[in-house]
C-alpha cells in the first residue's frame, strides 16, 4: 500500500500535469536550480520538489509557486536492498508514480544534477505516450550502438532490450496503476535488484523495453563524448551524469562555465550555508590529452549519434524504442 502524499503547507495542485525534481534534504539547494527555472518559464504545469519525507521549503522556492510533495510505497520499500549508499529519493519515480493517481495525470520526475534550458514541459507531458505507462529518453550507452546489451540484462540473462536513464522519467499514473508497475517492481526488487543496480536497473528490468522513448533533447546526459555536440543541440535538459557535478571543483574545465555558474549563481544567493560553487577568475582548460580524446570519441560516433539524432522528427514526438 502507498502511502498518501503529503504536500507542503499551502501547495494545492493547480494542474493535472507536473515536473517533480526528485531529492532529499541534503539535495535541495541543487534541486532548486531546475525548479526555479521550469517555474520562471511557466509553461502551465505544476513544479514541485519530491522526497520520501516531508521537507521545510525556503520562501525563494515558495514565493516561486513551487510546493513539496512527500510520498513512499512501504510494500516496495520492504523490498529494496538498501545501505548507506542508496538514498530513497533515488526511487522517487516509483514512488510518485504510484501515490500521484488521482492527484495528476501525468508527471515528469528528474534528478537534481540536472539544468533546464529551454522547451515547454508542458507539451512534453502532453504528447502520445503510444498507450504507455512510462516515457523516458534512451541511457547514452545505446545511443550511438542502440542493440547493445547492456550489463544488467547480461547479468538477468536476458536478451538485449532498449534500456532508459532514469534521471528523466514520464509517467502516466493511471497507466502505472493499469500495468500493475509498483507490485511488478517489488517482485523484482526482491529476486533481482541485490548486486544489479538501483531505480533505473529496476525499471528497466520490470519493462524490458516497454516504454516510449523520448528525444535525448529532454535528457541531453553530460559525457566527454557528447560535451562538444551541446552547444550545436541544444538541449531542453541537461543531466550531469556521473562524478563531475556543475557545482564541484572537479567540473572545472569539464563543464563550461555558463552552466557552472547557474548552480553558483542560485546557491549564493538562496542557499549561502550550502557549500558553494568556485568560480575562479581564471579560466580552466581541459587537459590536452583529455580533450584529444573526447574529441576523437565525437569524431568516430559522429554518423551513429546524428543518425540517432534523425530519428526524432521533433522533440516533442515519442517513439517506440524498440522500432529501430
Not at 538498501?82 to 526511487?91: G, P, V
Not at 498507450?131 to 545511443?143: E, K, P, S, T, Y
Not at 509498483?182 to 517482485?187: E, V
Not at 531542453?236 to 574545465?253: D, M, N, V, Y
Request: charged share 20%; aromatic share 8%; hydrophobic share 45%.
Amino acid at each position: 500500500m502507498s502511502l498518501t502524499p503529503i504536500f507542503s503547507p499551502g501547495f494545492r495542485p493547480a494542474s493535472d500535469i507536473a515536473v517533480i525534481v526528485a531529492c532529499d534534504a541534503n539535495y535541495l539547494p541543487y534541486a532548486a536550480v531546475p525548479a526555479l527555472a521550469m517555474a520562471a518559464a511557466g509553461h502551465g504545469h505544476d513544479v514541485l520538489i519530491g522526497g520520501p519525507e516531508p521537507v521545510s521549503m525556503p520562501e525563494v522556492l515558495t514565493q516561486a509557486g513551487i510546493g513539496h510533495v512527500a510520498a513512499r510505497d512501504d510494500a516496495l520499500l520492504d523490498a529494496l536492498p538498501l545501505d548507506a549508499r542508496r538514498s530513497l529519493a533515488t526511487y522517487m519515480e516509483l514512488f510518485l508514480g504510484n501515490a500521484l493517481r488521482g492527484h495528476y495525470r501525468r508527471i515528469l520526475v528528474i534528478d537534481a544534477d540536472i539544468l533546464y534550458e529551454r522547451g515547454d514541459p508542458a507539451r512534453l507531458l502532453s504528447t502520445d505516450m503510444l498507450g504507455r505507462a512510462v516515457a523516458a529518453v534512451r541511457d547514452n550507452r545505446q545511443w550511438r550502438t542502440p542493440g547493445r546489451k547492456v550489463r544488467e540484462f547480461q547479468k538477468l540473462g536476458q536478451p538485449a532490450h532498449p534500456y532508459f536513464n532514469a534521471g528523466v522519467v514520464m509517467i502516466d499514473t493511471e497507466a502505472f496503476a493499469r500495468d500493475d508497475l509498483p507490485a511488478r517492481a517489488a517482485s523484482f526488487a526482491r529476486s533481482h535488484l541485490a548486486g544489479l543496480g538501483r531505480d533505473q536497473a529496476l525499471m528497466n528490468g520490470i519493462l524490458q523495453g516497454d516504454w516510449a522513448e523520448i528525444s535525448p533533447l529532454w535528457n541531453w546526459q553530460f559525457t566527454s563524448a557528447s560535451a562538444h555536440l551541446t552547444a550545436m543541440v541544444d538541449p531542453c535538459l541537461i543531466h550531469f551524469i556521473g562524478t563531475r557535478k556543475p557545482w564541484l571543483e572537479a567540473s572545472q574545465g569539464v563543464v563550461p562555465m555558463r552552466m557552472r555558474d547557474a548552480f553558483g549563481r542560485v546557491l549564493a544567493r538562496h542557499f549561502p550555508q550550502a557549500p558553494q560553487v568556485a568560480m575562479s577568475a581564471r579560466r580552466h582548460w581541459p587537459e590536452p590529452a583529455a580533450l584529444r580524446a573526447a574529441l576523437f570519441r565525437q569524431w568516430r560516433a559522429a554518423g551513429p549519434m546524428l543518425r540517432y539524432l534523425n530519428r526524432f522528427p521533433d522533440q516533442y514526438t515519442l517513439l517506440d524504442p524498440r522500432a529501430v
